[in-house]
């Protein structure tokens, strides 16, 4: 019989906190099918094997803490399989979980990921402008961490902020293959000495772009490695809730340190963008009968190589043709479809500018 997620509110006693103790036992804890998007950022098994020196003989600082040690694969394995059906209970019916990893871990993440139920979304592709070289010479240089989107199940309802990924990529659509640096300079958190505070800090941006992307203000991010921070910093910012996992006291101080001086942004609206399916439908004949485009305005491409009048009753004309404004971009064109809304403009202080910003005023008026 399949059992059945019942979606529950997060107690406030564990919303914006960080839970010290052993991920699984913390998770299994909380409440089932209170949690909205997970980011989980697990130890990679690295099997690193001696020390790795620069060519000038310097020690370089890896990752080679006792939490990333693995007796063999099969222990890796049973470690994933705990956390990530820890992570399932937790997870809304419509939630989502990110995992990000490198070659060492991320194929064994993806197989058992699939085998406990979860449906793959993508795999994006973490491109570092700044990665560090191989100073053996004997293999290319890894110069990218791979992260696995997923849902909680095939028909999962999840959540993806497609036109605020838009909005962010230049209204490009995003694509899976994220350039950005490096954690370093400023952002990169130092100990008393100057060495690195923790060996794998990653860099807001990532954070920002992971929860933009597929969860809304309020939501509750859970980070169930929670090491510095970063992802508690970055879900107050943008306000969403965090709730982080931590077994290392002095990662815990680190990351309460830094989450404190975050100032979230103010007003809620700045950090959500409406799907435009879920806005309300504006017809183009409400813009003439509000008086926004009377009847006989000229409307024309941005080339002003096409031009249509705005008739009574919504429609748009040319010399030989008459329909919506959608037919009409699509009949001078002589193309497939056309968004009218995008492609006829109007003259505004000897400016043309997109009819779609009448629409958009009338939509504000709407809400």
């Known amino acids: 019989m399949t059992h059945v997620v019942v979606m529950t509110t997060l107690p406030k006693k564990y919303q914006n906190k960080i839970i010290q103790g052993n991920c699984v036992e913390a998770m299994n804890a909380l ?26 003989h310097s020690k370089v600082d890896a990752v080679d803490d006792a939490w990333d040690q693995f007796d063999s694969f099969a222990a890796y394995d049973k470690f994933t399989e705990e956390w990530m059906t820890a992570a399932r209970r937790l997870l809304k019916p419509d939630g989502g979980m990110w995992v990000i990893g490198s070659y060492h871990n991320i194929f064994r993440v993806g197989r058992i990921l699939q085998d406990l139920g979860f449906w793959i979304l993508n795999d994006v592709v973490w491109l570092k402008t700044n990665p560090m070289p191989n100073f053996r010479g004997r293999r290319f240089t890894n110069a990218h961490e791979t992260m696995i989107w997923c849902s909680r199940s095939q028909k999962a309802k999840y959540k993806f902020n497609y036109e605020a990924m838009k909005n962010l990529n230049d209204d490009l659509q995003m694509r899976s293959d994220w350039t950005m640096p490096l954690c370093t300079g400023k952002e990169r958190i130092k100990q008393a000495d100057g060495s690195k505070a923790h060996p794998t800090q990653k860099p807001e941006a990532l954070l920002h772009r992971v929860i933009l992307s597929s969860s809304n203000p309020g939501d509750v991010i859970l980070d169930p490695f929670f090491g510095s921070g970063t992802t508690g910093a970055v879900a107050k910012r943008l306000k969403r809730n965090f709730v982080g996992i931590e077994q290392n006291k002095d990662y815990i101080k680190i990351a309460r340190e830094r989450i404190a001086k975050v100032i979230p942004v103010e007003d809620t609206s700045l ?8 806005e309300p439908r504006i017809p183009f004949g409400w813009l003439v009968e509000r ?27 040319t010399t030989n043709f008459r329909g919506s404004i959608h ?7 002589k193309a497939p479809s056309c968004n009218g809304w995008q492609y006829w403009c109007f003259e505004a202080k000897d400016k043309l500018v997109p009819i779609d910003i009448l629409r958009q005023k009338l939509r504000a008026e709407l809400h």
């Open 31 to 56: 409440p089932e099918g209170s949690i909205d998007t997970i980011f989980a950022d697990p130890p990679y098994n690295l099997q690193l094997e001696g020390e790795l020196l620069r060519p000038n």
């Open 271 to 278: 950090v959500e963008t409406p799907a435009k399916r879920s």
């Open 291 to 317: 008086g926004l485009l009377e009847p006989g305005t000229q409307l024309c491409d941005i080339n002003r190589r096409h031009s249509v009048k705005v008739r009574a009753d919504g429609t748009v004309a």
């Open 327 to 333: 037919q009409a971009g699509a009949h001078v064109q």
